[in-house]
């Protein structure tokens, strides 16, 4: 099978193909973008043309449903949700932490990525079981349910987590093509997508406004 993996979970555009055959994978990723929307099909046309393949030549599409902030991960979903209706092939939803596990070295692991907010998204792991989460909280306020071997955390928000993972073997990593695909089961039948936003998005509905009492009111 010829897989197309996508996530835009993180502030990195992940694009990729993996062919389950061989296991050989092929990436492009755009590191630090905030353009997903702009960037995301532009980037798998150019991933494809450069595997010297086409749409026509894909099995499956691959995708991260986070967590992650609102926007991006609306781009990613849809963007693959359309990809395998016009397509007529199946889309797989894996969590992109999970995906993320799968790059780590093998033992008790945290993974976590930039919430906003002066926030992290956050999962722990006993090798590629998910022990607890996905959640999100204040790095500092992290209570881990067990020890970890492990971190994968954005450098950035390294030195705020809990002083117990202080010279813990860490890592700042996003999903890849490979560890997206190996989260899913591809041979069985893909259920509806389902974001992880954990929390409401920033934008909100402006409250209701009393209407002016010089304005009449009309029955219809």
């Not at 395998?84 to 070295?105: E, F, K, M, Q, T």
Request: glycine share 8%; aromatic share 4%; with cysteine.
């Amino acid at each position: 099978m010829l897989v197309l993996a996508i996530d835009t979970s993180t502030p990195d555009l992940v694009t990729g193909l993996v062919d389950t055959s061989d296991g050989s994978a092929r990436d492009r990723v755009i590191e630090g973008t905030r353009a997903h929307n702009e960037q995301l099909t532009p980037t798998v046309q150019a991933l494809l043309a450069d595997a010297a393949v086409g749409f026509a030549d894909l099995d499956a599409v691959v995708v991260g449903c986070g967590p992650g902030p609102f926007t991006g991960l609306r781009v990613g979903m849809a963007t693959a949700a359309a990809f395998g209706d016009a397509l007529g092939i199946p889309v797989h939803g894996v969590c992109s932490l999970d995906a993320i596990a799968r790059r780590l070295p093998a033992g008790r692991v945290l993974v976590a990525t930039d919430a906003r907010r002066r926030e992290i998204y956050w999962a722990t792991y006993d090798g590629h079981a998910r022990t607890h989460g996905p959640d999100v909280i204040a790095p500092g306020e992290l209570a881990l349910p067990h020890e970890v071997d492990v971190v994968s955390v954005p450098a950035a928000l390294g030195e705020k987590l809990p002083g117990q993972l202080r010279g813990v073997d860490t890592h700042d990593l996003a999903p890849d093509a490979a560890s997206l695909v190996a989260s899913a089961d591809l041979t069985a039948t893909p259920e509806p997508l389902v974001p992880l936003y954990l929390r409401r998005p920033d934008a909100k509905e402006p409250a209701a406004r009393q209407p002016s009492p010089a304005i009449p009111e009309v029955e219809l």
